[in-house]
């Protein structure tokens, strides 16, 4: 402001319409990036969704084209008569709740007694935590194999799930929640004589249900999604889970136009449940990529 | 701060509390550990002793049949260590070149996401436009869509008679095979400036059993089609930990530099990149450790072809235990990549804990930016 009554008055109407112009410039320039972006990021997905419905010369003839010309259901009857996919489908579901289910528990009674409980080990064992977040998951392909062999779970659902029923993320990010909720109404509770696992479950999770909903949304979209553990856990046809069925359906193709509607069709039903969940709960997963620059 | 007013008020009213609380101590020891039993069990079960378990094999050579610690099965100490590094052979070649393919592949797709995040996020936070919430989500959504099935999308995109290509011809150019082509971008970028054959001093071993003319290759057309990819997936991840950077940028010292007479570049140059520095050192870093991790779309999309040059470390090691049934040589690389990541990560670490231990400094330091800009 004080910059601006220093000057000559007879200069200030033209820098203001200068500002202006600069004004619009950025916002077109803005929009414009925002749009080129925009297609970027989504165009792919309309491409997935129009060829889906597409015939397979059509789709392979036109396929920047979004739109089916004739539209057919042809390569979704194909995905329901001619593949596993019901049966993946199923696996997937089944792997899904067992595991979201297993890891909200399991994560948040240790992320509580990490947070909250005063017992020998607690810190070290925090440490282990932040330890076995560093272990990267593909090294681990081979040494999962090893022991699901050796504990005669390797190719069972057994294999599938439990190897998955705890991640240190979770723990991590429950114990961090945990310690910002007040202590005050825990104590209340402790004080009127409810047992530590009684205060846990009535008082405080009531109380974390943000971090709860978090949890579970990354749970069911780390379990829905992932691959390499069912790559090395199963062998067997009938156990496999949507991402490895899917994976069998391209591989070996390799890129040779074959099938593509019937192959993008399966890739969209099993994009689809996430990207529901995506809609609706937008706001958790925005919040989780935050923590995870906090966290840094 | 906040956890600075929780501690001034727990010892303010310290004492009769934690008296207690020493009569139920025994009850929270219990119930502490019996409340991480699981998680103990589960990580412990399923991620440390089969760590130890494959550090053992990767001493031996088991080829899958029983089990693998029994003596009957062959003990060869470090040979499958020593077979990566130091003996001339294909086992060396092919780890060799998946280093290779995985650096050329780490130094395209760690700079490229880190700037494409930093534009979106400038964008994306620009006060002026409207519908920006929808654009975020646009740019977010790929990040949690399922690797295997955005590869299938991929697949289409850069089939021969693919999107891609079709765009291409659109603008008059005749794309190329993309998951058939295993010329190397820097060899074709020689080739056009008449260097199609290695020149007489490249030819000659380069270290570790590659030529010097291999190792220069640069990442081959179809690697560059899964880093394309990798990069459009993962950009809008780190976009969000640029959003929240910039959150902790203060509106108040954009405008006295744009009172000040700074230029839109100088703000950015002098004012936003600076006080980025923490998220971008992280986005770089988390770069670094996930890129080196590259394994379902090259599984999906490639399997570590044409010749070899979308072979990685990750692939190899499962392709050799898993294809080729040599778990002990699959378990080393896993471990040599292991190292690899673990270098990264540590460095990570120490940085972010000198930096977490700078903050009060760093709060000084950033009131003074605007006066030295």
Redesign the interface.
Same mark, same amino acid.
């Given at each position: 402001?004080a910059?601006l009554t220093d000057r000559p008055p007879a200069a200030a109407p033209a820098r203001r319409d200068q500002r202006v112009a600069r004004?619009l410039a950025?916002?077109f320039l803005?929009?414009a990036?925002?749009i080129f972006?925009?297609l970027?990021?989504?165009y792919?997905?309309v491409?997935?969704i129009g060829?889906a419905l597409k015939t397979e010369p059509d789709?392979?003839?036109?396929?920047?084209s979004p739109i089916p010309d004739p539209l057919t259901l042809a390569g979704f009857e194909r995905i329901f008569a001619g593949t596993n996919f019901p049966l993946w489908l199923g696996n997937s579901l089944l792997v899904t709740v067992l595991v979201t289910i297993g890891r909200v528990f399991?994560?948040s009674?240790?992320g509580?007694?990490?947070a909250r409980?005063?017992?020998?080990?607690?810190s070290g064992?925090f440490a282990a935590v932040i330890a076995?977040l560093?272990?990267?998951?593909?090294?681990?392909?081979?040494?999962?194999?090893?022991?699901l062999n050796?504990?005669g779970i390797y190719n069972s659902y057994a294999g599938l799930v439990?190897?998955l029923?705890?991640d240190?993320a979770g723990?991590f990010i429950m114990k961090q929640f945990f310690e910002?909720i007040p202590l005050s109404v825990e104590?209340a509770a402790?004080i009127d004589g409810a047992s530590?696992?009684r205060t846990?479950w009535s008082v405080v999770l009531p109380m974390a249900k943000p971090a709860l909903i978090t949890l579970t949304i990354l749970s069911f979209?780390g379990s829905?999604?992932e691959?390499?553990h069912s790559?090395?856990s199963v062998q067997d046809p009938d156990l496999f889970t949507?991402?490895r069925g899917?994976?069998d359906l391209?591989?070996?193709s390799?890129?040779?136009?074959t099938q593509?509607p019937l192959?993008?069709g399966?890739?969209?039903l099993?994009?689809i449940p996430?990207?529901i969940i995506?809609?609706v709960f937008?706001r958790y997963?925005?919040r989780d990529?935050?923590d995870?620059?906090?966290k840094? | 701060m906040?956890t600075e007013t929780l501690t001034a008020v727990g010892t303010a009213r310290g004492k009769s509390?934690r008296r207690r609380?020493r009569g139920?101590?025994r009850?929270?020891?219990v119930?502490?550990?019996l409340?991480?039993a699981?998680?103990?069990v589960?990580?412990g079960?399923?991620?440390?002793?089969?760590?130890l378990?494959?550090f053992w =094999?990767s001493l031996t050579d088991w080829n899958g049949q029983g089990?693998?610690?029994t003596s009957e099965v062959p003990f060869v100490g470090g040979h499958n260590y020593t077979q990566l590094f130091t003996e001339d052979g294909l086992a060396r070649r092919d780890f060799m070149t998946s280093i290779r393919n995985n650096i050329y592949y780490v130094a395209i797709v760690v700079p490229a996401q880190t700037v494409l995040a930093l534009?979106?996020a400038l964008? =994306?936070n620009?006060r002026?436009?409207k519908?920006?919430s929808f654009?975020?989500?646009?740019?977010?959504?790929?990040s949690?869509?399922?690797?295997?099935?955005?590869?299938?999308?991929?697949?289409?995109?850069?089939?021969?008679?693919?999107?891609v290509n079709?765009?291409l011809a659109f603008l008059g150019i005749d794309g190329p095979e993309?998951?058939?082509d295993s010329r190397g971008v820097l060899h074709l970028l020689l080739g056009t400036v008449g260097v199609d054959s290695p020149p007489a001093g490249l030819t000659g071993g380069g270290p570790f059993g590659l030529s010097w003319w291999d190792w220069l290759a640069g990442p081959s057309v179809a690697m560059m089609s899964i880093i394309t990819l990798v990069v459009?997936t993962t950009s809008?991840?780190f976009m969000?930990?640029f959003?929240?950077?910039l959150q902790n940028v203060p509106v108040a010292l954009d405008e006295a530099s744009i009172?000040d007479g700074a230029s839109r570049w100088q703000r950015f140059r002098h004012v936003t990149l600076p006080l980025l520095k923490?998220?971008t050192f992280?986005v770089l870093t988390?770069g670094l450790?996930g890129s080196?991790?590259v394994?379902?779309q090259v599984? =999906?999309?490639?399997?570590g072809?044409p010749a070899k040059t979308t072979l990685t470390p990750?692939y190899l090691?499962?392709r050799t235990?898993?294809r080729d049934f040599d778990?002990g040589s699959?378990?080393a690389i896993?471990?040599v990549?292991?190292l690899i990541?673990?270098v990264f990560?540590l460095i990570?670490?120490r940085a972010?804990a000198e930096r977490d231990t700078d903050r009060p400094r760093r709060g000084w330091r950033r009131r003074r930016v605007p006066e030295r800009s």
């Open positions: 402001m910059v004004t950025t916002r803005g929009y990036t925002l972006f925009g970027v990021f989504l792919p997905f491409i997935q060829n789709a392979a003839a036109n396929p920047l399991f994560d009674l240790a509580y007694a990490l409980l005063r017992f020998r080990g607690r064992l076995v560093a272990v990267p998951g593909v090294v681990l392909l081979i040494p999962k194999f090893l022991v050796q504990l439990v190897p029923l705890a240190a723990v910002s104590e402790r530590i696992f846990f979209q829905w999604n691959f390499p790559l090395v949507l991402p899917l994976a391209v591989s070996g390799l890129g040779k136009g593509y192959k993008l399966a890739a969209l099993a994009t996430v990207a995506f809609v937008q997963f925005v990529a935050n995870g620059s906090d840094g | 906040a509390p609380r139920i101590r009850d929270e020891t119930a502490g550990w409340f991480v699981p998680v103990i589960i990580l079960l399923f991620l440390l002793l089969p760590i378990m494959a =094999v089990s693998p610690f534009g979106l964008v =994306v620009n002026m436009l519908g920006k654009f975020r989500s646009a740019f977010y959504f790929p949690v869509t399922s690797s295997v099935a955005i590869s299938v999308v991929f697949l289409f995109l850069f089939a021969n008679s693919g999107a079709a765009l993309w998951f058939a459009w809008g991840t969000l930990m959003l929240a950077g009172l923490p998220t992280l988390l450790i080196w991790q394994f379902d599984y =999906v999309m490639s399997q072809d990750a090691s499962y235990a898993f778990y699959g378990a896993s471990f990549l292991f990541i673990i990560t990570q670490r972010l």
